[in-house]
């Protein structure tokens, strides 16, 4: 049974039927993403439709687009959207696992085309060094402000310093805080500098959001960003899995098209073989149920939501970071960030921590009520409190 340890051996008979049974029991015991009280990812629970396409399109093999048609057409189809959405309507794309193999991908692509290093704030997601571990490729570590965006001069004194041949991965929506880092700033200080921007969280939010507050520019308009990658399954509100990795340049797109003789003529994408189209198929269906008006409005509510907690966590003396997007990370002046982590699990909150600041780290999804916020920080509040009580009694 999972979460023993014993030697388990092939079993000699099925239990046919008795299966179905054990894993509904199983999968009670553990939470779901976007159950209430996960606060702690950049998920949610997936749309009705989303799940749909996910289960009607599982069995169909993307990277076969000779009897699977429709699937490569669906491929096509959202990434024409969310080309049009990112300031790029001819960008190409592939299909990804998520944010990891688009970063691994994008990473790949550039190394292809001769560039052997790569500049990454020390806030990039932990998937860009193992990225460049598995390629090989040197990583510089540019500074970061105290929300953990990109210093541009540091980038910029980078790329003078070095005489590799660099890159510049940055991020829309960090781990950790969730700003976005100035991307412009970046371009204008190093123009002649390809940037791959890792908008796995950013990428479908704030496009939506920008109507109301103002955010640091990151997509296609820039005119050295030469990809970007966003999730479904983060923010798309798809199943996992499911990561599309935008190209704006032809020759970076090409990199990662292979050929496939045995198969037929057809050209196989990205980097795996046999990849399942439900990834496209529930972003898709997501797009095209909620459109832009539909997407405005769940992140609209989101952001109203964080504003809230961000006020009432100032109220109750915490010290959270003012929410870009919907992430805060929870401080207090007076408390370890590990300890109030580990009592807010213990009574079954789903949280993370963001360790770079010291905090606790909480993402406001769209299944994340005010309700939800107002119990978590009751919970958090009480903790403090019994935190401080038990240190004075000790001294
Ligand atoms: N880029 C950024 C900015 C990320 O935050 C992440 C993951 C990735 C790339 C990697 O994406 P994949 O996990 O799709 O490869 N951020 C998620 C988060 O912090 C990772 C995660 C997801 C953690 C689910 C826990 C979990 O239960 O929410």
Redesign the pocket.
């Given at each position: 049974m999972p979460g023993h340890i014993e030697v388990c051996k092939f079993p000699e008979k099925g239990l046919r039927d008795k299966v179905f049974d054990l894993l509904n029991e199983l999968s009670g015991r553990e939470p779901e993403?976007g159950d209430q009280r996960s606060l702690?990812?950049?998920?949610s629970a997936p749309l009705p439709v989303s799940l749909k396409a996910h289960m009607v399109f599982l069995r169909r093999n993307l990277n076969d687009p000779h009897w699977f048609r429709v699937s490569a057409d669906l491929l096509h189809e959202t990434v024409a959207m969310l080309g049009d959405l990112l300031g790029n309507p001819e960008a190409q794309g592939v299909s990804t696992?998520?944010?990891?193999?688009?970063?691994l991908t994008a990473l790949y692509a550039l190394r292809e085309a001769g560039y052997e290093s790569v500049i990454v704030p020390r806030s990039?997601?932990t998937?860009?060094f193992k990225a460049c571990r598995v390629l090989r490729m040197r990583i510089f570590v540019a500074d970061v402000d105290e929300e953990l965006r990109v210093v541009p001069e540091s980038v910029r004194a980078i790329v003078r310093e070095t005489k590799d041949n660099s890159a510049i991965l940055l991020?829309a929506?960090?781990?950790e805080t969730g700003v976005i880092d100035d991307v412009r700033a970046v371009h204008d200080l190093v123009p002649d500098t390809p940037i791959l921007v890792?908008a796995?969280?950013g990428g479908l939010i704030a496009p939506f959001i920008r109507g109301t507050r103002k955010l640091p520019d990151f997509d296609f308009r820039i005119d050295s960003v030469v990809a970007l990658s966003l999730?479904g399954?983060?923010t798309g509100l798809t199943p996992?899995?499911s990561?599309i990795l935008l190209f704006g340049m032809e020759d970076l797109y090409n990199n990662v098209v292979f050929e496939s003789e045995y198969m037929g003529s057809e050209k196989q994408l990205s980097l795996l073989w046999t990849r399942t189209a439900a990834s496209v198929a529930s972003l898709w269906a997501s797009i095209k149920y909620l459109g832009r008006e539909g997407f405005e409005k769940i992140y609209g509510e989101c952001m109203r939501i964080a504003d809230y907690a961000y006020e009432r966590l100032l109220s109750e003396g915490f010290s959270p970071t003012r929410p870009e997007l919907p992430l805060i990370c929870i401080r207090h002046h007076e408390l370890s960030g590990i300890e109030l982590l580990w009592r807010l699990r213990k009574i079954g909150w789903y949280v993370?921590s963001c360790p770079s600041l010291g905090g606790v780290k909480i993402?406001i999804m769209p299944h994340v009520t005010k309700e939800i916020i107002d119990a978590f920080i009751d919970d958090l509040v009480r903790i403090a409190k019994d935190i401080r009580s038990s240190t004075t009694l000790n001294n």
């Amino acid at each position: 049974m999972p979460g023993h340890i014993e030697v388990c051996k092939f079993p000699e008979k099925g239990l046919r039927d008795k299966v179905f049974d054990l894993l509904n029991e199983l999968s009670g015991r553990e939470p779901e993403l976007g159950d209430q009280r996960s606060l702690g990812p950049m998920m949610s629970a997936p749309l009705p439709v989303s799940l749909k396409a996910h289960m009607v399109f599982l069995r169909r093999n993307l990277n076969d687009p000779h009897w699977f048609r429709v699937s490569a057409d669906l491929l096509h189809e959202t990434v024409a959207m969310l080309g049009d959405l990112l300031g790029n309507p001819e960008a190409q794309g592939v299909s990804t696992y998520g944010g990891s193999e688009s970063n691994l991908t994008a990473l790949y692509a550039l190394r292809e085309a001769g560039y052997e290093s790569v500049i990454v704030p020390r806030s990039a997601h932990t998937s860009v060094f193992k990225a460049c571990r598995v390629l090989r490729m040197r990583i510089f570590v540019a500074d970061v402000d105290e929300e953990l965006r990109v210093v541009p001069e540091s980038v910029r004194a980078i790329v003078r310093e070095t005489k590799d041949n660099s890159a510049i991965l940055l991020t829309a929506g960090n781990t950790e805080t969730g700003v976005i880092d100035d991307v412009r700033a970046v371009h204008d200080l190093v123009p002649d500098t390809p940037i791959l921007v890792d908008a796995a969280f950013g990428g479908l939010i704030a496009p939506f959001i920008r109507g109301t507050r103002k955010l640091p520019d990151f997509d296609f308009r820039i005119d050295s960003v030469v990809a970007l990658s966003l999730d479904g399954h983060k923010t798309g509100l798809t199943p996992i899995p499911s990561g599309i990795l935008l190209f704006g340049m032809e020759d970076l797109y090409n990199n990662v098209v292979f050929e496939s003789e045995y198969m037929g003529s057809e050209k196989q994408l990205s980097l795996l073989w046999t990849r399942t189209a439900a990834s496209v198929a529930s972003l898709w269906a997501s797009i095209k149920y909620l459109g832009r008006e539909g997407f405005e409005k769940i992140y609209g509510e989101c952001m109203r939501i964080a504003d809230y907690a961000y006020e009432r966590l100032l109220s109750e003396g915490f010290s959270p970071t003012r929410p870009e997007l919907p992430l805060i990370c929870i401080r207090h002046h007076e408390l370890s960030g590990i300890e109030l982590l580990w009592r807010l699990r213990k009574i079954g909150w789903y949280v993370y921590s963001c360790p770079s600041l010291g905090g606790v780290k909480i993402t406001i999804m769209p299944h994340v009520t005010k309700e939800i916020i107002d119990a978590f920080i009751d919970d958090l509040v009480r903790i403090a409190k019994d935190i401080r009580s038990s240190t004075t009694l000790n001294n």
